[in-house]
Nanobody, 125 residues
């Protein structure tokens, strides 16, 4: 059974850092890619980053590029999202999801499935 569990969220001051984890089970990171998304209250779900299956190529949205870094540890079957220089606008529930198609089109969240339960990130002074 394909399952994702996010962790690592919390409250942080502007300029701070957090590292989110997405622990995968029921499949290998060589089989499927993983995308990270976020959703703030009253806003649409936003795709922010993705790591492709097999070669591990990574992609990031303009809104987070240079501040957030996606990575994976295949030995732990876990994908990480390192978030630096956090801003209040980054406040949202963060989700990871499975990319079975192999395209890593994080802009199209409907391409992804098996969503985790989400983890809250709050950036506030």
């Amino acid at each position: 059974q394909v399952r994702l569990v996010e962790s690592g969220g919390g409250s942080v001051q502007p300029g701070g850092s957090l590292r989110l984890s997405c622990a995968a089970s029921g499949f290998s990171l060589d089989d499927y890619g993983i995308g990270w998304f976020r959703q703030a209250p009253g806003k649409e779900r936003e795709g922010i980053s993705c790591v492709r299956r097999n070669d591990g190529s990574t992609y990031a949205a303009d809104s987070v590029r240079g501040r957030f870094t996606i990575s994976r540890d295949k030995t732990k079957n876990t994908v990480y999202l390192q978030m630096n220089s956090l801003k209040p606008a980054d406040t949202a529930v963060y989700y990871c999801a499975v990319d079975r198609l192999g395209r890593c089109w994080y802009q199209q969240y409907k391409d992804f499935d098996s969503w985790g339960q989400g983890t809250q990130v709050t950036v506030s002074s």
